[in-house]
């Protein structure tokens, strides 16, 4: 866990950038880069931190599988060369590969508690940006409105998605005021490492506030759209998991209570909490 004393370092340098581009006047601050929330580090999620030998082996990727032993299935997904396309309505469409990426934002250390729709839950030190920083660097245009992440299509490396009766890739979205407000993350790492394979490597979405599908694994594009966009879950069982998705225990999952959530590593059961438990940062989002 080593990077957890840079956090509140990192998350300074973050503001910094922010208020240097704010000085800069930068012409048209496009809409959804609001004034943001609590300038705290993400170095405490209330929870201890779930054992990385729990998490590892258990989690959801359809691309390989419908079981949670996503690590038996993922050996050839090849991870390298990487890139990520930044497209859609933006001045400055992108394609980025990991290592420029990296060189782009500078990255820090989260810890973030996460949610799963189907009610395990587990509190994880992501490493990263934010998300609102690689928008900025493509500068939103002013009809966008929403946030597109694809994963991977790729039926030779990750054996669930020759089952063409889904709705590969996976795809999911978010508005664009959701997509820039601090919490929305980008990780590339986890316990002090990259990735691995069956955490979405190399790069993927974290949205704590959100049911953990909302937070796309592996992704290579993100579009930026004026109208809502179709997502994986959505499409496939929209009674089941809606375009929003916020955690929230007080509206059932039509086949289950929301109520509670189990541990992964410890099996503890805890309350669920409103926007898993992020109000001070998302509910302003939702009035
Ligand atoms: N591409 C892709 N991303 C995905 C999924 C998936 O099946 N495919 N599952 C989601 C679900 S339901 C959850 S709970 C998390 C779980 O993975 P994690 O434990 O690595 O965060 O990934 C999300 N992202
Ligand atoms: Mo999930």
């Not at 919490?183 to 691995?196: C, E, K, R």
């Not at 704590?208 to 069982?237: H, M």
Request: with cysteine.
């Amino acid at each position: 866990m080593g990077l957890g004393a840079g956090g509140g370092f990192a998350w300074c340098r973050y503001r910094g950038a922010d208020a240097e581009v704010l000085a800069a006047g930068q012409p048209s601050a496009p809409v959804g880069f609001g004034p943001s929330t609590p300038a705290q580090p993400f170095t405490d999620a209330g929870h201890p931190l779930t054992d990385e030998n729990a998490a590892d082996p258990y989690c959801n990727f359809y691309e390989f599988t419908s079981t949670k032993s996503v690590w038996r299935h993922v050996e050839g997904f090849k991870t390298r060369p990487w890139t990520v396309a930044v497209t859609g309505l933006v001045r400055r469409p992108s394609t980025l590969d990991i290592d420029q990426l990296a060189r782009l934002f500078p990255r820090e250390e989260r810890i973030y508690r996460h949610r799963c729709v189907e009610a395990w839950a587990m509190v994880v030190p992501w490493i990263g940006f934010p998300l609102a920083d690689l928008l900025r660097h493509v500068e939103p245009l002013p009809a966008a409105r929403y946030v597109r992440f694809t994963g991977f299509d790729r039926p030779d490396e990750a054996s669930h998605m020759r089952d063409r009766s889904f709705p590969w890739p996976y795809t999911e979205g978010l508005t664009l005021a959701e997509a820039t407000n601090e919490l929305a993350f980008v990780a590339t790492g986890m316990y002090g490492h990259s990735l691995l394979k069956q955490h979405g490597a190399p790069i993927r979405v974290v949205l704590p506030w959100k049911y953990g599908f909302k937070s796309a694994k592996s992704i290579v594009g993100i579009e930026l759209t004026a109208t809502r966009p179709a997502t994986f879950w959505n499409t496939l069982a929209p009674h089941e998991y809606d375009f929003t998705a916020n955690v929230n225990p007080q509206v059932d999952h039509p086949r289950w209570s929301q109520r509670t959530e189990r541990m992964l590593d410890t099996g503890d059961r805890y309350q669920t909490m409103m926007y898993n438990g992020y109000g001070d940062w998302v509910a302003r989002l939702y009035p």
